[in-house]
């Protein structure tokens, strides 16, 4: 029994100037109580932005969706990327014992330096990655202000 105790020093953090040093402890401890792990936050669309001289290249990880669960608009800058995961069937003589996978609604949104046109605009889905071209609307540009 002697062997499972742990020493503690309270004053240890704050000797160290580093109150908050196991604040993430607490909360990790905190998630992990049975009673809130379904309350995880949702995992979000990542994205990956690069641009050359006549359009913005997008990659977004959108992993375990079907293509046609995917939708995609574009309003003058403002890109907006959306995702249905849907839960798969399980036969009823099984019995869940972990899940952590998440099914729902996925929504990422962001805004561009330059207005983007719609009607070039291509996507491309492969392998749980969404890859968007959008071509730069010519004469949007934002102007650079001189500092006076």
Do not use: C, W
Request: charged share 35%; proline share 5%.
């Amino acid at each position: 029994m002697a062997n499972n105790l742990l020493r503690v020093d309270p004053f240890g953090d704050v000797a160290r100037f580093d109150p908050l040093h196991s604040l993430e402890d607490i909360f990790r401890d905190f998630r992990m109580m049975p009673s809130l792990r379904n309350l995880e936050a949702e995992p979000r669309i990542r994205v990956d932005v690069s641009e050359t001289d006549d359009a913005y290249l997008v990659k977004a990880e959108v992993p375990g969706v079907k293509k046609s669960d995917i939708k995609v608009a574009i309003d003058g800058n403002q890109v907006s990327i959306s995702a249905e995961v849907r839960k798969e069937e399980e036969k009823k003589s099984r019995s869940t014992v972990r899940t952590e996978r998440y099914y729902g609604q996925h929504a990422r949104s962001f805004s561009l330096p330059q207005e983007v046109d719609d009607t070039k605009s291509k996507a491309e889905y492969r392998d749980g990655i969404l890859e968007l071209t959008l071509p730069k609307r010519p004469g949007t540009g934002g102007r650079q202000l001189t500092i006076q």
